[in-house]
């Protein structure tokens, strides 16, 4: 670390390596702060985006008073990123469909409605608010269905495509929706119970298979040196592939293609070849713990970087694009999901389930879930098929429909 006097201000530049140690340690406080405070162990407050948030309103104090400016060195935060969207696509089996059935088709299909129709409604209430329509694509299916990890992968590609802060609008929309789809899904449940006098049925199809039997492998071999070499090097491979892939795609249709998705693409399609052909064999408990490590530490580098003065005069646009969305995800889950997934109890619980992760994500979902079964009674189905969708397939519909709508209004 340095520092320097740049226009009569005191800068702190902050290398690579240091930057990657403050992101660790911002993720560890942030598990501490978890542990203490109850509210947002409820809301599944993701420990990355409280260490990270936190520093960075630290840094934003530290700015207006011009004490001085922090300069960090986040070389390392797109390899993180890029590995962590790898992870994605190779938990995303089609063989999981045949587990799910026609409702997890239908299921997997709504949320692909729903992205589109985030995005419509963030681009028209942008265009509305007189903000760019980059930003309301940011508080569309980037930030609602995508999360956080989508938010700052997205709000960094919009940033490169000339939007400045678009990162800030997306990770702050992403915080907002994460804390209201922990509120609403609960509710929308309760209504749709309450309203058809609904039970949870005694015999069901899904009742001998839940979440963790579909997406773990109980041969999956013993985790050693070798092993984890051989996922990294699946890993690392399909993220060199990707990013080969992508540039082609960009300068052939001249539509950008971030290298993270083609990193998912070529993962997905490494991931259904390996399933038939037998190629390696992968340990999925362990991709995703390599998945959820590259994600907190790419994600804590992200919070920590925000500039949140890049949100003054963009707050109230903002804030009114987020409630629509609200708005919508009630109606939506309301009238069109819980009558096209059954019409019944499971279908009132994955209507709860779509809530969270349609605004914020799969843990949301979990825990909006099983407020309700805890009152009213279990859901095999609705537990099997929302973490599935939730957790992999629904990405494969809406980071293209993310990737289209950020071409269209560039």
């Given at each position: ?24 340690l911002l993720l560890l406080l942030g598990y501490w702060i978890i542990k203490k405070v109850s509210f947002l162990k409820k809301f599944c407050i993701p420990a990355p985006v409280i260490g990270g948030l936190l520093f960075s309103i630290l840094t934003l104090i530290l700015k207006q008073s011009n004490l001085v400016t ?12 890029i590995a962590f969207f790898t992870t994605i696509g190779l938990g995303a089996s089609f063989k999981l469909l045949k587990k799910g059935g026609k409702c997890l088709v239908i299921y997997w299909i709504l949320c692909g409605v729903l992205a589109i129709s985030q995005n419509v409604i963030g681009v028209v209430f942008a ?284």
């Amino acid at each position: 670390m340095k520092t320097e006097i740049i226009e009569g201000l005191l800068v702190l530049k902050v290398d690579m390596v240091a930057t990657l140690a403050i992101a660790i340690l911002l993720l560890l406080l942030g598990y501490w702060i978890i542990k203490k405070v109850s509210f947002l162990k409820k809301f599944c407050i993701p420990a990355p985006v409280i260490g990270g948030l936190l520093f960075s309103i630290l840094t934003l104090i530290l700015k207006q008073s011009n004490l001085v400016t922090i300069d960090m060195d986040t070389t390392f935060q797109s390899p993180f990123m890029i590995a962590f969207f790898t992870t994605i696509g190779l938990g995303a089996s089609f063989k999981l469909l045949k587990k799910g059935g026609k409702c997890l088709v239908i299921y997997w299909i709504l949320c692909g409605v729903l992205a589109i129709s985030q995005n419509v409604i963030g681009v028209v209430f942008a265009k509305i608010t007189g903000i760019h329509p980059m930003f309301g694509i940011m508080a569309g299916s980037v930030s609602m269905e995508g999360g956080h990890a989508a938010a700052a992968a997205f709000g960094k590609t919009a940033e490169t495509m000339g939007v400045s802060g678009a990162k800030t609008v997306a990770i702050a929309a992403a915080t907002f929706g994460l804390i209201c789809g922990g509120l609403i899904g609960e509710p929308i449940a309760k209504g749709l119970i309450d309203k058809y006098k609904l039970k949870p049925s005694t015999i069901s199809e899904y009742d001998t298979t839940s979440y963790d039997e579909v997406v773990n492998d109980e041969n999956s071999s013993k985790v050693t040196t070798k092993n984890i070499m051989i996922h990294l090097a699946v890993i690392t491979v399909c993220m060199t592939i990707g990013s080969i892939v992508s540039e082609w795609f960009s300068n052939v249709t001249g539509l950008s293609l971030p290298g993270y998705v083609g990193a998912m693409f070529i993962a997905v399609i490494f991931r259904n070849i390996n399933d038939k052909k037998h190629i390696v064999k992968l340990n999925f408990n362990l991709i995703d713990l390599m998945g959820n490590t590259c994600l907190g530490i790419f994600l804590s580098m992200a919070l920590m970087t925000l500039k949140l003065w890049e949100l003054s005069g963009l707050a109230g646009p903002l804030l009114i694009i987020v409630i629509a969305q609200v708005v919508f995800m009630i109606l939506y889950t309301t009238f069109v999901v819980f009558k096209l997934v059954g019409k019944d109890f499971d279908a009132a619980v994955m209507a709860a389930g779509m809530a969270g992760h349609g605004l914020g994500a799969t843990p949301n979902a979990i825990a909006n879930m099983s407020a309700v079964t805890e009152k009213y009674g279990q859901s095999a189905k609705a537990f099997l098929i929302v973490p599935l969708v939730g957790a992999f397939l629904i990405d494969v519909i809406g980071i293209p429909t993310i990737v289209l709508f950020m071409n269209l209004f560039k």
